[in-house]
């Protein structure tokens, strides 16, 4: 099924879970619902009248499902209906939500349409809608895999000021079998869960007393965390980029400049000083960086410069908002910017381009690419004047063409200041997550005026790109723990080896002291190793050394002192048998170097 037909049915489920609960709960007032990935939803007022307000919880999404199902079946084909402003008002007097919408369009100069569905049956239903439905409900929908899901709080078009209403949620897919593959990719991502998984391996953590969304990294999570950023460090130093440092606050006046004030005033973190001068904790990196590019004037012969630094951000979230390590307050970013002439651009984005493709293969994510344009009927949006935006877009077009590229078109997903090629990434279950990052600016660069001296010996306009690898280390950092289930390879695991000695029978101490001589030797060599010296019998210790998910455990018992040999046993790969120490060594440095 394509992505359009499986979008219509999608935007038709949500009509018809508008009108079964219309019919369930008549005083009711429906709001907007949209297709969204993997199913849809609809917003309702459920409070009028004020006296008898209804409260809707999971409970009753399995009556309002059953409803659907027995109104599908009169529902043949949506029919639209252009409506003058006046008619408009006077079908939703009482609907102030559709009201809204209703002068909305107005304003846009856009025709008002209307769509009814089951027309000349008691289950008929109209909405104000711009289409996009099935052709035939009646059998698509009927065909197609879908149920209720849950049910959550929704501020009115997103705004915290407004009213709350309730959100009911939906699967939809195209048939039944593609729904239960679904249903078993979300039991199996729940026992992956990172805010599980993080406690359970000892990563992070959250405190009351510190705040929702600031997280706390263990040694063993700030390890891992600086073998992934030491690793894009390593790939970018091959393309010559250079470590700066900036402070995490900043006088307003600099995102004033840069337009992000006008932009995030209201999501940023602020101080005043005792003098009263008014400071923002930083939300991104970019404007600093350009005061660094600014300390001098540059020749074209010094170019690019190309800055990079992992620093933590802050942004205002909300509390509903946030999400164990997915959205939080306090980010690090591995944030780089390349200072350049227009003339420097394309190898600039190519050299980006590769550090990607090395970073996330490494972890075998197959990379999808969206060219996130801005949206030419909404300019207000974005800085800069049209010509520059087609300019700067035409320019990733053609690298995305060059490189042969799966890419997409994503109208509206462009930066205020500059497009993007967006990295998607899908992991182990299927599930596609935007990572990577390329922005292309002409706009900071003017706003700076961030110049350099040409061949010429005049000022030239230089071109900013933004790249970040992992972008936020936190959230990328939840998608890897539920990429791999928590089992991490060699390389980046906290733990990479696991020392039992059998320690029974007349030798057990010589099996304790053995097994301590070999953590010595594989400790000095860098090999993160831990040995279990406790009293715990051998089962047991076999046993907590799986639930640490050590990609190695090294058995020391009578037959491997006879041998002078260790017993090997690999997490993912089951009994690797009797090995030398050197060859235990050998294949602990070699997996590591190449990080399989």
Known sequence: MNNEKIAHIRHSLAHLLAAAVMELYPETLNTIGPAVDNGFYYDFDFSRPADSAISISDKELTTIEKKMRAIVKDWKSFEHKTVTADEARAIYKNNPYKLELIEEIIAKGELITLYTVGAGTK???????????????????????????????????????????????????????????????????EKRDHKKLGRELDLFTFSDLVGSGLPLWTPRGTMMRNLLDAYVWELRGKHGYEKVEIPHITKKELYEKSGHWDKFKDELFKITTREGHLFAMKPMNCPH??????????????????????????????????????????????????????????????????????????????????????DPLEPEKYLGDPARWLQTENILREIAKEKGA????????????????????????????????????????????LECTNEEGTSERIVMIHAAIMGSIERFFSILIEHYGGNFPLWLAPEQVV?????????????????????????????????????????????????????????????????????????????????????LVARLLKETVEKK
């Open 289 to 374: 960086h350009t005061q660094i590019y600014a300390r001098k004037k540059w020749s074209y012969r010094e170019l690019p410069q190309r800055y990079a630094n992992t620093t933590v951000c802050y942004r205002d979230e909300q509390s509903g908002e946030l999400s164990g390590l997915s959205r939080v307050r306090a980010f690090a970013q591995d944030d780089a910017h390349v200072f350049c002439r227009p003339s420097q651009v394309k190898e600039e984005l190519l050299r980006v381009w590769d550090i990607v493709h090395a970073f996330y293969g490494t972890f075998g994510f197959v990379l999808k690419l969206r060219l996130s344009l801005h």
């Open 406 to 449: 799966d890419y997409f078109e994503g109208i509206g997903e462009a930066a205020f200041y500059g497009p993007k090629l967006d990295f998607m990434a899908n992991d182990s279950l299927g599930r596609q997550w935007q990572v990577a990052t390329i922005q292309l600016d002409m706009n900071m660069p003017e706003r700076f005026e």
């Open 123 to 189: 289950n008929a239903f109209t909405d104000l809608c711009r289409g996009g439905h099935s052709e035939h409900p009646d059998k698509d929908l009927t065909e197609a895999g879908w149920r209720l899901t849950r049910t959550a709080g929704a501020y009115w078009r997103g705004v915290a000021t407004n009213k709350m209403l309730t959100r009911i949620y939906g699967f939809a897919f195209e048939n039944k079998l593609a729904l239960n593959d679904y249903d078993t990719m979300l039991s199996e991502a």
């Open 499 to 583: 020392i039992i000695p059998v320690g029974a029978g007349d030798n057990a101490d010589r099996h304790h002291k053995e097994a301590a001589l070999l953590y010595e030797h594989l400790h000095g060599l860098g090999i993160r190793v831990r040995v279990d010296l406790s009293d715990a019998g051998f089962g047991k210790k076999i046993r907590t050394a799986k639930t640490s998910r050590a990609p190695y455990f090294v058995i020391i018992g009578d037959k491997d002192l006879e041998a002078g040999k260790i017993t090997l046993e690999s997490r993912d790969h089951g009994q690797v048998g009797q090995i030398s120490k050197d060859e």
